[in-house]
């Protein structure tokens, strides 16, 4: 079964994650220190990234990730509101696949 990373801090958005995306193994975490620490403890297939999150965006993640890039680390999507194109430029040269 797939792992996926869920890195966002609304619970009602980890509701509708979970009814839609229920049949995949997900983790949720609430902010960019507790995404780090689960990547670096288990291997996910995707991450779900959140762009609006506490004290740290979801852009602190993409350049982390960038900065560790290698086999182990799993493709980036972008599920955010933020629908400016300077957002989806920023993320997508930081490495996410897909906004």
Known sequence: MASILVVEDTEEFHKIIGRTLGHY??????????????????????????????????YSLLTE????????????????????????VTAFSLGAEDY
């Open 25 to 58: 193994d997900l983790t949720f975490v609430l902010n960019v220190d507790e995404a780090i620490l689960a990547l670096r403890s288990k291997n996910f297939e995707l991450v779900l990234l959140d762009l609006q999150l506490p004290k740290k965006s979801g």
């Open 65 to 88: 990730m960038s900065s560790e890039r290698g086999p182990k680390l799993p493709p980036v999507i972008c599920l955010t509101s933020r629908a400016d194109v300077t957002d989806k």
